[in-house]
T-cell receptor, first 112, second 114 residues
């Protein structure tokens, strides 16, 4: 089955700096890669996703890049703000599968 | 607010007991997914239902079962509970059952087995 590795597990940045979180996946047939943000005591919230027919997608301060050859995708957050502090999860949908396989998560702390 | 609701928010019970977690999907969504989140295993897919029928199974224990009712709400039944079943249980829903479809998560049920 699909395996998703996520790095780093924790990340601290100064407010206004950029944050980058990276994920690799094992199933070359995977074709859908969402990113979720989970705040304390809440469920995961979709922040951006990318499908295998595009290499990059942006939504204001958030961008995701996908390299299918290398089987990795990354989340980029620019001009970070304290409210960006949360745990971020990457996920992938493997071939022939409907469920999401998640990475272990990255705890992002934005220091004011 | 994703539109997915889950009850109860918290549940404390003893080993050997049985509990039922309930999920109502977003209006119009036909698929429901159940995930377990624990500190050591992360977020793991348990089971998916689409329009009342089981569609996919993940790492779901035999002591666990689920169903989706005609009104599309779903219940996850956990029996013969063990200490290791303590976790957050999330329900997610999506419009249909295609592979690239966005899943929207509920707020979760925190289960503590003592």
């Amino acid at each position: 089955g699909e395996n998703v590795e996520q790095h780093p597990s924790t990340l601290s940045v100064q407010e206004g700096d950029s944050a980058v979180i990276k994920c690799t996946y094992s199933d070359s047939a995977s074709n859908y890669f969402p990113w979720y943000k989970q705040e304390l005591g809440k469920g995961p919230q979709l922040i951006i996703d990318i499908r295998s027919n595009v290499g990059e997608k942006k939504d204001q301060r958030i961008a995701v890049t996908l390299n299918k050859t290398a089987k990795h995708f990354s989340l980029h957050i620019t001009e970070t703000q304290p409210e960006d502090s949360a745990v971020y999860f990457c996920a992938a949908t493997g071939a022939g599968s409907y469920q999401l396989t998640f990475g272990k998560g990255t705890k992002l702390s934005v220091i004011p | 607010d994703s539109g997915v609701t889950q009850t109860p928010k918290h549940l404390i019970t003893a080993t050997g007991q049985r509990v039922t977690l309930r999920c109502s999907p977003r209006s119009g969504d036909l698929s429901v997914y159940w995930y377990q989140q624990s500190l050591d295993q992360g977020l793991q897919f348990l089971i998916q239902y689409y329009n009342g029928e089981e569609r996919a199974k993940g790492n779901i224990l035999e002591r666990f079962s689920a169903q989706q009712f005609p009104d599309l709400h779903s219940e996850l039944n956990l029996s013969s509970l063990e200490l290791g079943d303590s976790a957050l249980y999330f329900c997610a829903s999506s419009l249909t059952s295609t592979k690239q479809e966005t899943q929207y998560f509920g707020p979760g049920t925190r289960l503590l087995v003592l």
